[in-house]
């Protein structure tokens, strides 16, 4: 006999297990359905080839909110976060742009490429100090709805407003270019040397199937800027034993509060009765009944595939229909023999230990977008390369080595063939990219994992890949995302919620959503 | 991976302590000897060696020099002959101080100034369309200071065709020392008689060599940072980054300051205009500013007794103290006491720190916070003329 749950979660991904943690924190009975043999969705660990472990989807963090690792208790649960120590871009003519935490050091290597840029880093950096401390309140709030006369809505409002305010009218205009201008665009207001530019440009089109140069793109920068780890703003991490390590922390905690989390549980759908949702039916047929279901998949999962579209106001529909969640990051993972050589800077040193970006000039990144924007496999793609096994060793056997590529852009449809028959092909083009820099990449390979779009979407049911569960362009946040109305975690249907990243304040290993969405249950019951 | 200067194979050879820290991206010895006192000594008595290379220097030359400096800095520059140096403070659009460096006339249109920060965007941004060259001179122009009542005499024995008694306060001269061509200039951070050495870089070690060979006669030593701060102190000259922060680091309002809230008043003149922060400063000028600059001078024997009671000596810092400590005016928390120390010479505990106005008239009385056996009590002090120190061989 079924039992009867308080709450359901569909997708066992990062948010998923966070509201099913806070709802169980709560006192309720909850389970997590999760379609894959293993916890996290995009955040997982896998051992794709012996011995070698791969963060196989998302690879780095930062925005996972501090109010979760407190509450949620993670580190007590496992969570343990490495830093990365660098940022190298290597470029093409030999020469490389090296920053890393020897402030002075990274301040001379950018001199090389302009003395005024190594100045202009530091006003940089504390503007986007500010802007991220601009961002918080609006990350750590549920969204409010400008077009609403609600009392509470016109208190959070103000709020938000009197925030703004108080930045003062310089912090202001530069917030407003922001949300506005090109990642290019924006960072070019401080900077001239190429490879500073790309490289910082980069942060704005993570994800997005946009160009550094495409306005819109600096929000996508601040988004990436909005973290921190330990009280440092900005600071990017790398989870001990890889991303799949966030999740199961998160899992432990929920399970140690009570939650229960079934694996290899496909939800075929939801079951409603009287506009009400009253449990799920899983693809085995089984049908489990529960007061509340909490879908953490991507608005189109969420509104058009779970339920029945006709259930739901027609306007709400054609919005979901027309959310923009284009699938344009691919990634490839590589099992090493050896530890990759870089011509610009030979040996192993902390360059190895950081972020390397294959970020030249940003006519390159626009090449690459160009080539993606027409449906083709970008020759030479923006590569965000990290090697875990340098920052925690026991993702790789003693000696080997561990490679994460991610790569921006891959179309999510090629214009010719399917990426079925031509994922190896980017996987060719993203070596022979390497190879530019790591002339010893291709004798040192044991084994890749290439995942298109595609790939992505038919592993982690991520729609078209994408994997913010929906572009985090303006016209796509705050109380528009995933659509008006309806950025509250609620659905039209009663008692049946949303708690992904498609819904604000979006992706990333944040895990807002899945606090929020809790909360909101919480309170309304 | 902080950087040698261009005197660090003879500096590393006369560090004694291993005492170095990291000043702009240079490594500088914090002491030379196991302790600084002699040091201090040194500057104040016979004479010191500062290297004091990681400052930034610029030159700037070219028909609009005059007219750019003049758009920067807060003094009028125009005032200042070839052969002269002035002092000015620079701020951003609000009147507040990004920098202070001293400004140096080479020729009509050339000049030469330092800096604490890295200022060429600024400098550049400035002179956009003028007829103007800013160049970043900093590693190529390595300097020594060499400070204390016998500078002027090692001075001539070293390079004795130069008129060493003729070169004013605030004056340079272009001299060679060992055959290398100097620029000397008669300033400093000490407060007392001493000079600032400007010198190519390739040809750093003997101008040093020169100086320590001729200085031995003289009581010459080098001297680190830790004396540095103390004597600077004594002639309660600012530190950035410790006694206030530039305008382009600060991350709220409390931290910005403008030259009155510095005691730099004076640096502004009543007749200037059109240069970056005029029209903030005319109106801080009329209205008053919201901050006073003050030296302070802790009552050594209520100190002293603070100590007795817990059976200790007076512990105070042997060196400048840079944690702020709150100053404390009937009770209530008035401001903040930035740079403290002992001073040798005078035999007082010295404060220099900033306080919200109306509080501050030389005079008044306050109490500044001391920690005794990791308690917090509070010290009486009196707010006191500045500097503390200052000989009159400085300008004589």
Redesign the interface.
């Known amino acids: 006999m079924a039992k009867k749950y308080d709450a359901i979660i569909i997708g066992a991904g990062h948010n998923g297990l966070i509201n099913a943690a806070y709802l169980a924190r709560a006192g309720k009975k909850v389970l997590v359905l999760e379609r894959r043999h293993l916890v996290g969705g995009a955040t997982v660990t896998e051992e794709i080839f012996p011995g070698f472990k791969f963060s196989v989807f998302s690879y780095v963090v930062s925005l996972l909110r501090p109010q979760i690792i407190q509450e949620l208790q993670l580190p007590r649960f496992g969570l343990t976060i490495l830093p990365l120590e660098s940022t190298l871009t290597p470029l093409p003519n030999g020469d490389y742009l090296y920053r890393d935490s020897?402030?002075?050091?990274s301040?001379?290597d950018i001199a090389r490429h302009s003395?005024?840029d190594?100045?202009?880093y530091?006003?940089y950096n504390?503007e986007m100090?500010f802007m991220a401390k601009a961002a918080q309140p609006i990350i750590d709030n549920p969204a409010p709805d400008p077009a609403s006369l609600k009392p509470g809505e016109l208190f959070r409002l103000a709020r938000l407003g009197k925030n703004m305010l108080n930045m003062g009218p310089e912090r202001l205009y530069t917030l407003a270019k922001l949300l506005t201008m090109s990642a290019a665009d924006f960072v070019e207001q401080w900077f001239e040397a190429e490879p500073l530019i790309a490289t910082l440009s980069a942060s704005g089109i993570i994800g997005t199937n946009m160009g550094p140069r495409s306005p819109g793109t600096a929000y996508v920068l601040l988004h990436h800027y909005m973290g921190d780890i330990d009280g440092a703003f900005r600071a990017w991490g790398f989870p001990k034993g890889g991303t799949g390590a966030v999740a199961e922390a998160i899992a432990r905690s929920a399970r140690a509060f009570g939650a229960e989390i079934r694996c290899e549980a496909a939800v075929e759908r939801v079951i409603i009765r009287n506009g009400r949702a009253r449990g799920v039916v899983l693809n085995s047929g089984e049908e489990i009944t529960c007061n509340v279901v909490v879908s953490s998949l991507d608005p189109k999962q969420t509104f058009l595939k779970l339920v029945d579209p006709a259930l739901m106001p027609e306007e709400l529909v054609q919005d979901i229909r027309r959310f923009n969640i284009r699938g344009s990051s691919a990634k490839v993972n590589l099992a090493l023999d050896a530890l990759p050589e870089f011509s610009c800077m030979p040996g192993k040193g902390n360059h190895l230990r950081g972020a390397i970006s294959i970020s030249p000039s940003l006519d390159y990144m626009e090449r690459a977008y160009d080539d993606a924007k027409y449906g083709n496999i970008p020759r030479r793609p923006y590569i965000d390369i990290i090697i875990p096994s340098m920052i925690d060793p026991d993702m790789a056997p003693p000696g080997k080595h561990v490679m994460s590529c991610f790569v921006q852009w891959a179309p999510y449809e090629l214009n010719q063939g399917t990426w079925d028959e031509r994922r190896e092909e980017l996987g060719d083009n993203v070596i022979d990219t390497l190879e530019e820099y790591i002339p010893n990449i291709k004798s040192i390979i044991l084994g890749r994992q290439v995942l298109s779009p595609w790939d992505i979407e038919q592993m982690t049911g991520l729609s078209e890949g994408n994997i913010f569960q929906g572009e985090l362009t303006l016209s796509q946040l705050l109380f528009l995302r995933p659509a008006p109305g309806y950025a509250r975690y609620r659905t039209p249907i009663h008692n049946y919620y949303q708690c992904g990243s498609g819904t604000h304040p979006g992706g990333g290993i944040m895990g807002a959503s899945g606090r929020f969405a809790a909360m909101a249950i919480l309170r309304s019951r | 991976m902080p950087l040698p200067t261009p005197f660090h194979r003879r500096t590393s050879a006369l560090c004694q302590s291993q005492e170095w820290r990291e000043w702009s991206g240079y490594l500088s010895a914090i002491t030379y000897a196991p302790t600084h006192d002699i040091e201090y000594s040194a500057i104040r008595n016979a004479a010191g060696l500062i290297d004091i290379s990681p400052l930034y220097k610029y030159e700037i030359h070219g028909a609009d020099a005059l007219a750019l400096l003049n758009r920067i800095m807060t003094r009028e520059i125009g005032r200042c002959k070839i052969g002269q140096v002035i002092y000015s403070p620079w701020c951003d659009d609000d009147g507040k101080i990004i920098d202070e460096g001293t400004i140096a006339r080479l020729h009509n249109d050339s000049f030469r100034v330092t800096a604490a920060d890295p200022n060429l965007r600024w400098f550049q941004d400035c002179g956009y369309g003028m007829h103007v060259e800013v160049r970043d001179v900093s590693a190529e122009l390595a300097a020594l200071a060499l400070q204390g009542p016998n500078s002027r005499g090692i001075l001539k024995t070293i390079s004795p065709e130069s008129d060493w008694d003729a070169l004013k306060y605030y004056r340079l001269l272009k001299t060679e020392i060992g055959g290398i061509p100097v620029t000397v200039s008669r300033t400093g951070y000490t407060g007392d008689l001493g000079y600032e050495l400007w010198i190519p870089a390739a040809h750093a070690e003997v101008v040093w060599d020169e100086i320590i060979n001729a200085g031995r006669d003289y009581g010459l030593l080098p001297a680190g940072l830790a004396a540095l701060d103390i004597v600077r102190l004594e002639a309660a000259l600012r530190l950035i980054e410790v006694d206030y922060i530039s305008a382009h680091r600060a991350i709220n309002r409390a931290e910005e300051y403008s030259p009155y809230d510095l005691g730099l008043g004076w640096t502004v003149p009543r007749d200037k205009i059109n240069f970056v922060g005029w029209r903030r400063l005319r109106r801080e000028q009329q209205h008053g500013s919201s901050k006073r600059f003050v030296g302070l001078e802790v009552d050594w024997l209520a100190l002293r007794k603070l100590f007795m009671r817990a059976d200790l000596p007076p512990q105070v810092a042997g060196r400048t103290s840079r944690l702020g400590v709150p100053i404390y005016g009937n009770g209530i928390q008035i401001g903040q006491a930035t740079s403290m120390t002992f001073s040798p010479t005078l035999k007082k505990y010295i404060a220099i720190g900033t306080v919200n106005r109306p509080h501050g008239l030389v005079g008044s009385e306050v109490e500044v916070e001391i920690t005794v056996e990791y308690e917090r009590k509070r010290a009486p002090a009196r707010i006191v003329k500045t500097p503390f120190y200052s000989p009159k061989r400085k300008r004589a």
């Open positions: 020897d402030h002075y050091r301040l001379r003395a005024r190594a100045e202009a530091e006003e504390r100090y």
